[in-house]
Each structure stands twice: as structure tokens, then as C-alpha cells.
């Protein structure tokens, strides 16, 4: 199976790379024309980060394309999400593209749109849906167990790339900030755990207190209201200290009439001390959630049943979170369009 990766924009970019490269059903060939010229060395892109990962490089994604691959994944900043998804319908290629699925709403349908026509694949990288926390707390939701869902606290938090991926502190490429980039995944997995319930209003507050230097928010907080009269609480923000072994963490607790479940989806690591460096150390062990979403991808779902987000789905999350944004500039309630 041929596969492309079109940029290295992306932070997840880098294991996409590295997990194709190894598997051994698949040829995989990148490309990240849009790279910056000045790229810190110590944070390669394009034709250098390549060759340090190994993999095969394009200078062009035309080159890609006419190499014929069966599926591409775009890894882009999210704002050149469209241009590489509508290039991957017209070559009638399935497509895997990051979170968010893009930044304004006519981006989104358009995307969708053109893969429709195309009678290609759309698919949303959101590996969180791959964990075996969330899968179990899924099965027990499915079960009845917890009967009527009536609230679910999320939290979001994680650790700001502004020295390895800038664009994610840009509004222009990213879209936004902390809130964008962090509502998405819980939003996600409640678009697959409430069986159809659907977001009608967002209350949302953000502020840059936690980096005052950057235009795009550091910090939110988003109440969502479901039509299943279900209420949803996330902390969305880059709070995870610059030095901390840890880059962040998903974690969600789910009170329903029976019984609350909570399960966080990167605790699979063992935690310590490293005297000889006086720092703390994390060391996973557990499932790799990228591979898992990659595996889904190319070669359909595991026993556990859990697809991966469809195009419909991702532009159901993009509106919760342009609600958000919508909700925290008028100070007021937004509807979810």
C-alpha cells in the first residue's frame, strides 16, 4: 500500500512518519513544500527532517500524487487543510487529515463536499478514540450502566509548541489558540458517545494570562448544552509547565443517573525520578493511539468496533468550537449553527 504524508507542519506529522515507516505493508513517501526556509536546526522540516527520520521525500505534493498513492495523510497547518484535501479528492485518493478538520465552517464543507464527489474517504485524526480508557468507559456507557448521561467534565491540557511548531500560536494558520486547538478532542469523543445527541449552545470564556506575549488564547473554558439536556464542561488550555516529562493529558469524568466513570486516556506510563539528570521522568508503556488511528485508517476497525471521526462528524466538533469562539468575544450564550 502506498501512502503519502503530505507535511511535517504538524506536531503528530513526526509519528505518522515514523510508525509508516516501519510497518511493513506500506511505502511511504512525505512532502512539506511549505516548510519555513529558516527552520530552527534543532526543529528540521521538510527535506532535512526526512532524512532524519528515513523516509522517502517529494519535493512537491504534485510529485506525491503521481507517484499514485492508495491514501494520503495531511498533516498541515490547519489552515491549509482544504487546499491538500480537495487536491487528494481530484487524484480520487482517501484522505486522513488532523484535527481540527479546518478553521471556518466553508472550509469544512467544502472538504467534505469535493470527497463526497470524489466517492473518496474522509477521515479526522482523533486518536483519543483509540484508547482503551475511553473504549471501556464507552462500553460501559453503551451497557446502560450508567443510565441517562447528565453532565461530563472534561479536561484538555497540554504543553505549548511555540519553539518547535510557532503556527500553533498563530490565529492565521492555527485559527486560534488553546481553545481550537484542545476543545476538539473531547468534543470528538462526546460526538461518539452520546449516540446522536447534538450541541445547541456554547458558553465560553478565554484570556492569555498564561503567555500575555501571544495573540492566540492560552487559556479557555467551554460549557456546551446537548438537545439530550446532557451539559458539558472543558478545560481547553496549553497549562502543562514547559518542563514537565509529561506533554499533557485527556481526562474525563461522566456522571450519569446510576453511576460516574472517569478515566484519563495517557496514564499508561510509569512515573520517577532521574537523579543522575535531578529531573522527573515519564516512561509510557501502553497503547500507541497514533498507531491504532493509522491501523483503523488503512485496514478498517479493530474488535472493539470505534471508526474513526468521519468529515460530518469533525464539522459537527468545528461548530461547537466556533461557537466557543463566537460565545467568549460577545461575552454571551452562542447557538451552535
Not at 107 to 121: F, L, V, W, Y
Request: include cysteine.
Amino acid at each position: 500500500m502506498k501512502v503519502g504524508l503530505l507535511s511535517f507542519a504538524h506536531t503528530h506529522a513526526l509519528s505518522y512518519a515514523a510508525l509508516l515507516r516501519d510497518m511493513e505493508d506500506v511505502e511511504l513517501l512525505t512532502s512539506d513544500p511549505d516548510a519555513p526556509e529558516a527552520t530552527s536546526s534543532a526543529w528540521p522540516r521538510g527535506r532535512d527532517l526526512a532524512r532524519e527520520l528515513g523516509v522517502d521525500y517529494a519535493d512537491t505534493y504534485e510529485e506525491v500524487f503521481a507517484w499514485g498513492p492508495d491514501a494520503v495523510i495531511v498533516a498541515a497547518e490547519n489552515a491549509r487543510h482544504r487546499h491538500l484535501v480537495e487536491l487528494a479528492a481530484q487524484h480520487g485518493v482517501d484522505v486522513l487529515c488532523e484535527k481540527p478538520l479546518a478553521t471556518t465552517l466553508e472550509d469544512a464543507e467544502a472538504m467534505i463536499k469535493a470527497c463526497q464527489s470524489a466517492g473518496t474517504r474522509l477521515a479526522v485524526a482523533h486518536p483519543v478514540r483509540f484508547s482503551p480508557a475511553y473504549a471501556a468507559a464507552r462500553a460501559t456507557v453503551r451497557a446502560g450502566h450508567l443510565g441517562r448521561i447528565l453532565s461530563v467534565r472534561g479536561a484538555n491540557y497540554g504543553r505549548l509548541e511555540d519553539a518547535a511548531r510557532t503556527w500553533f500560536a498563530d490565529p492565521a494558520l492555527a485559527g486560534g489558540g488553546a481553545l481550537m486547538d484542545h476543545t476538539v478532542h473531547i468534543a470528538d469523543l462526546l460526538d461518539d458517545l452520546l449516540g446522536g445527541a447534538r450541541a445547541t449552545e456554547v458558553y465560553a470564556q478565554s484570556n492569555t494570562l498564561l503567555r500575555p506575549d501571544h495573540a492566540a488564547e492560552t487559556a479557555g473554558l467551554v460549557t456546551i448544552a446537548y438537545d439530550s439536556d446532557t451539559h458539558v464542561t472543558i478545560d481547553c488550555s496549553w497549562s502543562q509547565p514547559a518542563h514537565h516529562p509529561q506533554w499533557g493529558n485527556v481526562e474525563v469524568q461522566i456522571v450519569g443517573e446510576k453511576a460516574t466513570v472517569e478515566f484519563a486516556a495517557f496514564s499508561q506510563n510509569v512515573s520517577g525520578y532521574d537523579e543522575r539528570n535531578r529531573r522527573a521522568t515519564v516512561h509510557p508503556w501502553g497503547t500507541d493511539l497514533d498507531e491504532r488511528l493509522l491501523t483503523a485508517f488503512l485496514h478498517g476497525v479493530d474488535d472493539e468496533g470505534i471508526d474513526l471521526a468521519d468529515g460530518e462528524s469533525g464539522l459537527r466538533t468545528l461548530r461547537i468550537v466556533l461557537a466557543g469562539y463566537a460565545s467568549a468575544d460577545s461575552g454571551q450564550p452562542a447557538p451552535v449553527a
